[in-house]
Structures are given as structure tokens and as C-alpha cells.
């Protein structure tokens, strides 16, 4: 079954960590057959542990907990201490795991250097905090970045803001690309909620010509083979609608029922 919403549906946000894992393999597969000879793509992934037990700044901690103890002998003994209150019970903070998923285009003919970043972004990408300041220090790696952005939240740290754009071309979802000989120039491809995905070029070496990636194929697939026909689209998503976008997509739902 197929997604009630033309383009993007804006209620697997939600269910980013499976959209998000299946979008990389996709984009893998997608491109494979169509690189120019000596280029591959590869799916990557950095795992990350964020406690704020140790120093760095950059580090924080979800509200995860595990029992580790209970009773007198979880805690030391109170000197002077004669009359029992409660009862403890000690909890320990389980460092959050981020993991970080990226494409890679890299070259075998040179010994595997990357030529181009295709990153989709995830909440932790756009948000304050590691993962942010970590993605930005790709952009300085001196490769092709392709930013695909299909989260609705706030792209204020992220080069390219939707203020940046004309008003006129601020939609819910964007594509960004910069290429290796042009770091401080990113080209915007602004991606409406009510239309379907579009094919981007994909930059590769500067002798070759881009190659095109079809997005919505690949977000139809995702919603087909991940089961989210289940998707209850009688409540608000997350985050909610605009009052146009909440009206029409009322309309819409409404007409597939």
C-alpha cells in the first residue's frame, strides 16, 4: 500500500531510525549501477555514546535508567546511623548511543579516497549538541556534500537556513548540494510537502557528469516493505502542521478513507 501523501510522508518522521537506515541502503542501491567506472558507493555508519560523567561538553544524557541495586547492601552504611527510613534503590544513567548514517561515494581507482558525502539528515544532525558540530566538520573535508533534508524541524544549524531562501521558495523539505571546487556556494533544491520527491544530481569527480538519484521511488519502497501502512493518520503529526498544510492535508486523508 501506498503513502496517502504525494511526496513525502510527513508522518515517518516519527519512525525516523527505520526510514532513516533504509534510506542509506536505498540510496546505496540506487546509485551502484549508475557510477561512473571507478566510483562506488558505500553505506557508513559512526556509533557514538554521549555521558555527561565525563568532561566534554558535547555529551549529555538521555533519560534511559537501569536498577543496578537495591536495599542496604546497594549503598554504604550511614555512621551513627540507627533507625531504618526507606528503603533505597540505587539507578545508574545509561549513556545515550547516537549512530550517524551516511553514503560515501569513493573513488577504488585512487585507493578508495571519498569523493562524495551524501548525508540524510538526522534530528541530531540539526539540533545542537556532537552530532551537529561533527557534521559540520565534513563540509570542510574538501569533498561533495549532498544534504538531503526530510525533516521538518528548525535547519538553524545547518548552513543553508530556510531564511536564506525567498519566501516564496521555503518549503518543508530541501536538498542542498556543494561541491569540492565550490565550498562557500550551496545549491538549494526546495522540495514541497504537497508534491512528489524529485531527482537530484549527485556530483562525483570534476570530469565526470552527475549522476540522478529519484527520491520519491525510494520513499515509496521504504513505506511499502517497512509495514507503515499502519500509521494511525487520525492524530496530528509530530511536528504538526501549519494551518494551510493541516487543512489540506485534513482534505486528503479524508479522500483516501
Known amino acids: 500500500m501506498r503513502s496517502p501523501f504525494p511526496g513525502m510522508d510527513p508522518y515517518l518522521e516519527s519512525r525516523w531510525g527505520d526510514v532513516h537506515t533504509a534510506l542509506c541502503i536505498g540510496i546505496r542501491s540506487a546509485l551502484q549501477p549508475v557510477l561512473p567506472s571507478g566510483l562506488r558507493a558505500r553505506a557508513e555508519q559512526d556509533v557514538l555514546v ?17 536498577v543496578v541495586g537495591t536495599g542496604a547492601a546497594a ?16 539507578v545508574r544513567h545509561i549513556p545515550a548511543v547516537r549512530r550517524s548514517r551516511w553514503v560515501e561515494i569513493i573513488d577504488t581507482t585512487v585507493g578508495g579516497r571519498v569523493v562524495t558525502a551524501i548525508e540524510i539528515l538526522s534530528p541530531g544532525n540539526k539540533r545542537s549538541g556532537r552530532l551537529n558540530r561533527l557534521y559540520r566538520r565534513k563540509l570542510e573535508a574538501g569533498v561533495n556534500v549532498v544534504e538531503i533534508d526530510l525533516l521538518r524541524s528548525s535547519r538553524a544549524r545547518l548552513p543553508v537556513r530556510r531564511e536564506s531562501l525567498p519566501a516564496d521558495r521555503r518549503e518543508a523539505y530541501l536538498t542542498c548540494v556543494c561541491r569540492s571546487d565550490g565550498p562557500s556556494q550551496w545549491i538549494a533544491y526546495p522540495m514541497p510537502l504537497r508534491h512528489p520527491l524529485p531527482t537530484i544530481p549527485i556530483p562525483c569527480r570534476p570530469a565526470d557528469s552527475d549522476v540522478p538519484l529519484s527520491l520519491q521511488p525510494l520513499i515509496d519502497q521504504i513505506y511499502r516493505e517497512g509495514g507503515h501502512d499502519d500509521i494511525d493518520y487520525s492524530k496530528p503529526p509530530e511536528p504538526p502542521f501549519g494551518a494551510d498544510d493541516s487543512a489540506w492535508a485534513d482534505a486528503l486523508l479524508k479522500a483516501r478513507a
Not at 50 to 66: G, H, L, T, W, Y
Not at 75 to 90: K, L, Q
Open 50 to 66: 554521549e555521558d555527561e560523567s565525563q568532561p566534554c561538553r558535547d555529551q549529555r544524557v538521555e533519560a534511559d535508567i537501569a
Open 75 to 90: 549503598v554504604a552504611a550511614v555512621p551513627g546511623a540507627s533507625i531504618a527510613t526507606v528503603e533505597p534503590i540505587v
